[in-house]
């Protein structure tokens, strides 16, 4: 935003989606809000027109399937629109979680790799060893409790 214009006042910005996740949440909230009302008369207005697409007539010519793929052929973008609202929604969410996720929490993740590199580096150059956990030693084979089986070595099998 340049500095002669004046902030708009009720208008979202990129500015304040960044400004955490709280106005975020606000954000995709109001759109849900907004939209809710308007997904769910176009889902019922969607069922009412198939039910009045399905009740009108045959046509004069028609073959016995050719009523029922006209009135799919014509609800088709209708419910494509409704599923474009839904999807919007998803969409909302899903953005919300990336934006977290890479802006947020990708840059700490990284600040944390690179004091860990850099403690690394600074215990090579101090001639420092790491300190390494000692081998564990094989503990020999436990004898078979079930006497079923104990006449089979299976380490010969094996």
């Known amino acids: 935003m340049s500095n002669d214009k004046q902030p ?3 208008v979202w910005t990129p500015d304040l989606l960044a400004e955490g996740p709280e106005k975020r949440r606000v954000f995709i909230e109001q759109r849900r809000q907004y939209l809710a ?3 769910a008369e176009m889902k019922a207005l969607a069922g009412e027109l198939d039910a009045d697409i399905a009740e009108r007539p045959a046509l004069y010519g ?3 399937w050719s009523a029922r793929l006209r009135a799919k052929k014509t609800m088709k ?5 409704v599923e474009d609202l839904e999807e919007f929604l998803e969409h909302l969410t899903a953005y919300a979680a990336r934006y977290k996720a890479l802006y947020e929490e990708l840059p700490e993740e990284r600040a ?3 004091e860990a590199k850099q403690r690394v580096r600074e215990l090579k150059a101090g ?3 790491q300190i390494t956990a000692p081998q ?3 503990e020999p084979p436990v004898a078979d ?5 104990s006449h089979l070595d299976i380490r010969k099998i094996g």
């Open 112 to 114: 944390e790799k690179k």
């Open 136 to 138: 564990p030693e094989a």
């Open 8 to 10: 708009r006042k009720g």
């Open 37 to 39: 009302p308007l997904l």
């Open 145 to 149: 409790p079930s006497p079923l089986f």
């Open 127 to 129: 001639g420092q060893q």
């Open 62 to 64: 028609d073959l016995p």
């Open 77 to 81: 973008p209708f419910k494509e629109a």
